[in-house]
């Protein structure tokens, strides 16, 4: 998978398409019978003109509904530094259509820069989230509803140090088309738009703009700015 990305007023570890599901940053469930056992995903969101950050992320499910990630990335801020984070989500109930899954992502270790270096839980991410797939003619619709604390729903520009918990709402759609698909999602802080387009049987390119809200920000921003 690769991915493009624009992004306002936003460095997050948490990079759009990095963790495991459909949706850009807010958890989602795999309504597929199909399921890809292994995705490989390279991503980068610009920021600005000069700034972004980088991933590399691995994303595993099993036939029996648990999904596993781990990502590496390079923040835009702070300097030189860099994330290992861990994810984990599985299926906890299913009727008919509907699914609901619970899971914890970003267990991050943390090196460089940081105020606090190593394990840091203080973003760890815990959520649930229920989700209906509807089926017409050759066009899928999948909703996402959640509940979830940590960077799923508190983002900042720069890195904090004294970080409070918080829990918050997350929604998620997907417009699937013989051709591609259509997202839009709200992660707690603004509103997102992509696009996922399979370009081979084993490819696709992820297009997406974070924080659409915020358009009319997007170059302005330095590092030192505030959401």
């Known amino acids: 998978t690769l991915f493009y990305n624009m992004c306002f007023l936003d460095a997050s570890s948490r990079v759009s398409f990095s963790r495991p599901g459909n949706m850009m940053r807010v958890p989602s469930v795999d309504h597929s019978l199909s399921r890809k ?19 590399f992320s691995i994303n595993a499910a099993s036939k029996s509904g648990y999904q596993y990630g781990i990502s590496f990335v390079r ?3 702070p300097d030189n530094s860099s994330e290992l984070g861990f994810h984990f989500q ?3 109930f299913v009727y008919g259509n509907v699914k609901i899954d619970i899971g914890v992502h970003d267990i991050v270790w943390k090196q460089g820069e940081y105020s606090t270096n190593g394990l840091d839980t203080r973003d760890v991410s815990f959520f649930s989230v229920l989700s ?23 983002y900042a520009q720069v890195e904090q140090s004294n970080t409070q918990q918080k829990i918050g709402v997350f929604f998620g759609l997907q417009f699937k088309t ?3 698909s259509l997202l839009t999602e709200f992660d707690g802080k603004g509103l997102n738009i992509g696009l996922r387009i399979p370009i081979l049987k084993l490819y696709q390119i992820n297009l997406g703009i974070t924080h659409f809200d915020n358009f009319g920000n997007f170059g302005n921003e330095d590092k030192d700015g505030s959401d």
């Open 75 to 77: 923040p835009e801020n």
């Open 90 to 92: 599985a299926n906890l």
């Open 178 to 180: 013989p051709l591609l």
């Open 37 to 55: 056992l292994l995705n490989i995903n390279l991503s980068h969101e610009w920021l600005s003109s000069f700034q972004g950050n980088s991933n």
């Open 132 to 154: 209906n797939e509807k089926t017409i003619s050759n066009y899928i619709i999948s909703s996402h509803f959640g509940v979830g604390t940590g960077k799923i729903v508190q």
